[in-house]
């Protein structure tokens, strides 16, 4: 797995176009208020801002800090404090942290010296200290301390009529919002923003629409971007605005690939590659290779390898660049995009891989052509003393030698690359080289392999709140640079070299490290931090219940089990992972069709013998057990665990509840005296999305045979069940508990994960701010959604549901997989809450109960009638 260089550059310049859009905007308004100082220490600023923009940092510093000596013997205080906050803004583009922070602090200081700032100059000023505070505090992972600064730089530049600053601030700030899950804000301020640009035409409204559509997709609204963004072109067909339509299409291009939108990939594919050649005709050279790299990089991720032959036309254009940081950023790039086509393997995303012809060894880069860039790289950035670029060059350099499998050469760079770092404060390039030594511990055989996955993940942690900015690409590249840490890292744990049984510690590591990724999966696809949560392992233990934990590795797949009591124990199953993901997809798909019986009992009692078979001598064993708890990996998430068969029952036939638990709970609340349900749905056809959703002729009857003593108010029913009323009712009643029988979709993708109102749609992120409104609640108890579907294709689609789940705040999420039949879901409905009605009854039981009871006594043997129900959460 080959890490990009190009995450690193977005990580280092990402916030800088944020914060500063064009260097004209973050420096150039505040020279005007010097305009009396000596001609000398004019031209010195401006010097600086012309390399600053030139990516030439380390000369903008000797400009600034030569007018910053001239402004200490005139005792011009503003003019310090402007100077020293553009050095910070420099320093940080060289990863020079302590440096940025002292320059800021010393900014500060000048600032507060004066008795008051009473012109626009000084407040423009303070402003800008502001905003550079709210980057250092963001990287710092203090989203919280950087939305205020950037609230109050947003007063400042107000006060200072810098209408181009104000937008700086505000767009910061709802980068701030999404990233602590208040979406609903971030796209309420966004939409503000966008209503205060200036009205007329022209280059500041068309920057400024640009900006805006970058900053939707950096909240993973994609749609709204892409129109932002066609607006701002039909104001200035720039090539800025054309990159940028490209990034976005390129995103909704992964994003429809990943939940299994093939044609609608293409379409936006196209799309991207054409917004990208027109880019590339800029008449500046650097946003033209920009564009052109983009584009060589997408068609490599989609596998179209023959179609970026045309690689060697971009050395002469790179050789051409102006020397500097953008440069630099550019080469790696290049360097990253040749080792994809000279090692297609682990670049072509799993989506797009339909078995594309490789290209000939004489049409692909050498690894000397590779070697070379890269070397020459490394020694322009040891000239521009950017030692975060240094070990960038070095660490892909090591990267090379890793693939041409030449161990020592591989190791010794990849250590360089990190030693180069050490004390930087650099997580983000931290992690990429410990996870490559990692690999390389393993290749060799080397027992510190496990040593450096502990510290690869100790690094991620360090970058959670980077993971969590979700433009598109970064959601979903997740599965590429971020997932594959914590995969090969079980599969070092759990698959040792030696014949000896794998001991307990071991894993109890495995599951904290599933957990893990567990977490950041979810985080990755709520884009917030679920710090509210607490490991599964920390509740009450249930006497009755065995949780299972099933992972698919490369050649088998091993069950982790634990009996409370009892030390953690496992078995395994010699099955290679493509047969597993084979048979899962299939079954996956035939439970869909009720006419498919046979083919799902055949092959569910495949899966049955590979995950339960090797448990039953245990089980009999233990006959307290009567609640099987399944923490699932990959795509077992998406398979409902009671249609497994032993031959001749199903596993829900057995004696077993059976729920899901992610490896993480919401709060540990304590349990609701009784349930209150807020019973709601929708029978009337509708169109949401472009897609039609049929009658649900069921509702009222369903949503009336909820027992009375689990209801107070009745029901809000089509065109009632709307966001408006909801809201209402949320506020007004003491609800701890929510019945809705309502279409719905769950997916991978945040944005196309939503339930049905009338004539509207509710996302995940919407429901939690609609829940928010209850300000201090205990969580819901239990939320029902009666009539929703996962998304077919999408490997992930249940992270949808379980990201409904959390967003909800509900202990217990009760749903459908595939789309229920309307008969048979109200009849289990009714069971299931006549269950729940005796004393002791768990959910768990009471779903098992209510299945049972529609599989052998209402006329619906078939698994595609009861088994589609799950049970995520809390099982008691």
Known sequence: ?????????????????????????????????????????????????????????????????????????QDNRLAQAYVLNNLAQAYQQLAQWPAAEAALAQSQAQ??????????????????????????????????????SWQQAADYYQQAGTSAGALIAQLNQAQALQTLGLNRRALQLLQQTYQALPSA???????????????????????????????????????????????????????????????TALAYGEMALQHYQRAAQSDSALLSVQARLNQLSYLIETGRLAAAADWRALATRLAALPAGQPALFAQLSYAHSLTCLAWPVGCVRPEWSDGSAIPAAAERPTAAQIAQLLAAARQQAQQQQDIGLVSNATGQLGHLYELTQQWSEAEALTQQALWLIEGQQLPELAYRWEWQLGRIYQATNRGDAIAAYERALGALKEVRDSLLQVDAQ?????????????????????????????????????????????????????????????????????????????????EQLLVIYEIPGQPLAYYTTQVPQPQVEARLRSLRRDLTLPGKTPQVIAQAAEVYHWLITPLEAVLAAQPQIDTLVFVPDGLLRNLPMGILYDGERYLIEKGYAIAIAPQIELFQPRAAARLNIF?????????????????????????????????????????????????????????????????????????????????DSITANELNALLQQLGQRDPLELMVLSACETALGDRRAVLGLAGVAVRAGARSTLSTLWRADDDANTQLMTQFYQALLQPGTTKAKALQQAQQWLLSEAGYPAPYYWGTYVLVGNWR
Not at 21 to 46: K, N, R
Not at 118 to 135: P, R
Not at 223 to 250: D, F, K, M, V, Y
């Open 1 to 73: 797995m080959i890490a990009g260089s190009w995450r690193f550059w977005r990580k280092r310049a990402g916030l800088w176009l944020l914060a500063g859009l064009v260097s004209s905007w973050l420096f150039a308004s505040g020279v005007g208020a010097f305009a009396q100082t000596e001609p000398v220490t004019q031209t010195l600023l401006q010097q600086g801002i012309e390399r600053y923009d030139q990516g030439q940092f380390t000369a903008a510093i000797e400009a600034w800090q030569q007018a910053q000596t001239a402004f200490v013997r």
């Open 111 to 148: 600032l507060d010296s004066l008795a008051a700032l009473s012109e626009s100059d000084a407040w423009e000023v303070q402003a800008k200290v502001l905003n550079t505070q709210g980057q250092l505090q963001w990287r710092d992972g203090q989203p919280e301390q950087a939305l205020a």
């Open 201 to 263: 035409t022209g280059p500041l409204r068309a920057a400024g629409l640009r900006q805006l559509g970058i900053a939707y997709a950096q909240v993973g609204a994609l749609a709204r971007s892409q129109q932002i963004l066609e607006a701002s072109l039909a104001q200035a067909a720039t090539p800025e605005t054309q990159l940028a339509l490209g990034n976005t299409a390129r995103a909704r291009s992964h994003r429809a690939a990943a939940t299994g939108q093939r044609q």
């Open 474 to 554: 970064t959601q979903f590249s997740f599965r590429d640079y971020v997932e594959p840490v914590y995969r090969e890292f079980l599969e070092v744990l759990l698959s040792p070299t030696s014949q000896q049984p794998l001991a307990s510690a071991v894993l109890k590591q495995a599951i904290q490290v599933l957990d893990a990724l567990q977490l950041t999966e979810l985080e990755n696809f709520l884009g917030c931090n679920l710090a509210r949560l607490v490991n599964i392992s920390e509740t009450s233990v249930d006497p009755a219940a065995v949780k299972l934990y099933p992972i698919i590795l490369s």
């Open 679 to 759: 019973r709601g749905g929708i029978s009337l056809p509708q169109q949401i999305r472009g897609e039609v959703f049929p009658p649900i002729e069921q509702v009222r009857k369903e949503l009336e045979q909820i027992p009375a003593a689990f209801t107070s108010a009745p029901p809000l029913l089509d065109e009632a069940f709307t966001e408006a009323n909801i809201e209402q009712r949320l506020q007004n009643d003491d609800v701890s508990a929510i019945h809705w029988k309502t279409h719905g979709v769950f997916s991978s993708d945040p944005s196309n994960t939503y339930l049905v109102a009338y004539q």
